[in-house]
C-alpha cells in the first residue's frame, strides 16, 4: 500500500480545510491583539512614555506571531491552488495595500527609537497605527467579498478569469465585515493591554476595549442579520458532488439564493455554538474590560475571535470561494483542492512541524510574561 493512501482524499480534504481555518484562527488571536495594540496606540498613549508602554508589551513577541499569516498563505498555495490564483488575482490591489500597510510595522519598531525627538517618533506611531489599522480593515472586507461572492469565471480548461475591479471590493456589507474586523482586533487589543500593562495605558485600554466589544455585539449581529434577511445571498450546490473527486469545480451545478449560507445551522444545529461563542465572547469580554477581571478578559476576547471566524467557515462549508457571476465555478473543499499525494505530504510536514511551533511559542510567551509599566520602561532607555 501506498503510504498516503493510509488517509482517503475525502478526509484528507476536510483536515485541510480544518487546518487552514485552524492557521487563520492563529493569526487572528495572535496577531490580532498586536494590530489591536497599534490600532489603540495614537488613543492609549497621551505621551512618550505611556506609547512606549502599549509598544513594549507586544514588542518582543510580534514578529513570532506574524508566522501564523506565512503559515496561512503558504497553506493556501500548497492546498488549495486554485484559491490561491483566484484571491491573490482578484484581491491584488487589496492585498497590496494590506501588505504595504504590514511593512510599515517591523520598520516603525525598528526606527522609532532611533531619535529621540518627539517628531521622528510620532510620525512611526502612525506609521505603526496604520500598518495595524489597514490590514485589520482589508482582510475583513476580503472575508465580506468571499461571503458575497467573488466575480471571477472558469472556463473549460480551468484557466481563471476575474472580471471585477478594486474598488468594487468596498461594498456596504464588505464594509460592514471590514468594521467588525477592526472592532474585533481593538477589543483584543484592549484586552490585551488590560492584561499586560499598568496605569493609565491600561485604564485607557479597558475603555477603549470596552467600546470595541459592544461595537463587535452589534456589527456581528448586523451581519448575521444580513444574511438572514436575504441581503446578501449564499449559495448551494444542486448537484451530487463525489467527495473522492479530483479538482475540477466545474463538474457541478450551483445556485444563488438567499438563505443558503444558514441551511448547516438547520441541518446542523450544534454549529450554532459558533456564532453563540463570538457574542458571548464579546459580552465577557465586556464584562471582564469592567471588572478588571484580566485573565477572564482576555480569554473571552480569544473565544470570540474564534467563534466570528468560525462562523464564517462553517456557514459557507463546503464553499471557500464561491463566484457571482458563475456559480458553478465556485471553488469548493471537494473540487479545488492539490492532489492527495501533496494534501498528504502536506499533512505529515505539519504533524512534526505544527506542535514545535506550539511549544516555542509558549516558552516565549512564559520567559517574556510579565506587567509592563512606566517605571519599567523608564529603566530600559533603548526600550523603543
Given at each position: 500500500m501506498i503510504l498516503h493512501e493510509l488517509i482517503d482524499y475525502s478526509t484528507l480534504k476536510m483536515i485541510w480545510w480544518a487546518l487552514l481555518g485552524v492557521l487563520l484562527i492563529g493569526f487572528a488571536v495572535t496577531d490580532g491583539f498586536d494590530m489591536g495594540v497599534g490600532s489603540l496606540l495614537p488613543f492609549v498613549g497621551r505621551n512618550d512614555t505611556e506609547r512606549r508602554v502599549a509598544i513594549a508589551s507586544v514588542a518582543p513577541t510580534w514578529e513570532g506571531?506574524?508566522?501564523?499569516l506565512i503559515l496561512g498563505g503558504g497553506a493556501i498555495f500548497a492546498a488549495w491552488p486554485a484559491l490561491y490564483a483566484v484571491s491573490f488575482s482578484g484581491f491584488y490591489l487589496a492585498m497590496f495595500v494590506a501588505l504595504a500597510a504590514l511593512i510599515l510595522r517591523p520598520v516603525a519598531f525598528k526606527y522609532r527609537d532611533k531619535n529621540p525627538d518627539p517628531t521622528w517618533r510620532s510620525r512611526w506611531d502612525w506609521a505603526l497605527f496604520t500598518g495595524s489599522f489597514v490590514p485589520a480593515l482589508v482582510f475583513g472586507v476580503a472575508v465580506g467579498n468571499t461571503l458575497t461572492g467573488v466575480p471571477f469565471t472558469l472556463n473549460r480548461d480551468l484557466r481563471i478569469a476575474y472580471e471585477g475591479s478594486f474598488f468594487e471590493l468596498f461594498t456596504?456589507?464588505?464594509?460592514?465585515?471590514g468594521l467588525l474586523s477592526v472592532a474585533m482586533l481593538v477589543m483584543h487589543g484592549g484586552a490585551w493591554l488590560a492584561l499586560r500593562t499598568e496605569g493609565v495605558v491600561a485604564t485607557r485600554g479597558r475603555r477603549y476595549g470596552s467600546f470595541a466589544a459592544i461595537a463587535v455585539i452589534g456589527l456581528f449581529a448586523l451581519g448575521g442579520l444580513a444574511l438572514w434577511s436575504g441581503f446578501v445571498e449564499g449559495y448551494r450546490i444542486t448537484s451530487v458532488i463525489d467527495p473522492e473527486m479530483q479538482a475540477n469545480p466545474l463538474a457541478k451545478t450551483?445556485?444563488?439564493?438567499?438563505?443558503?449560507?444558514?441551511?448547516?445551522?438547520?441541518?446542523?444545529?450544534?454549529?450554532?455554538?459558533?456564532?453563540?461563542?463570538?457574542?458571548?465572547?464579546?459580552?465577557?469580554?465586556?464584562?471582564?474590560?469592567?471588572?478588571?477581571?484580566?485573565?477572564?478578559?482576555?480569554?473571552?476576547?480569544?473565544?470570540?475571535?474564534?467563534?466570528?471566524?468560525?462562523t464564517v467557515g462553517v456557514s459557507m462549508f463546503p464553499f471557500i470561494l464561491p463566484s457571482s457571476i458563475q456559480p458553478e465555478a465556485s471553488l469548493t473543499v471537494w473540487d479545488s483542492p492539490s492532489s492527495h499525494s501533496t494534501l498528504f505530504n502536506m499533512l505529515v510536514v505539519t504533524v512534526i512541524f505544527l506542535p514545535l511551533i506550539l511549544a516555542y511559542t509558549a516558552y516565549v510567551y512564559k520567559v517574556l510574561w510579565g506587567k509592563v509599566s512606566e517605571e519599567s520602561v523608564n529603566r530600559d532607555g533603548s526600550h523603543y
Open positions: 506571531n506574524q508566522v501564523w456596504p456589507f464588505a464594509l460592514l465585515c450551483t445556485v444563488k439564493e438567499a438563505g443558503s449560507w444558514l441551511l448547516n445551522y438547520s441541518a446542523h444545529p450544534l454549529l450554532l455554538v459558533f456564532p453563540a461563542l463570538g457574542f458571548i465572547g464579546a459580552l465577557g469580554a465586556l464584562i471582564g474590560l469592567n471588572t478588571r477581571m484580566e485573565a477572564l478578559t482576555f480569554l473571552a476576547s480569544k473565544l470570540s475571535v474564534v467563534g466570528i471566524i468560525s
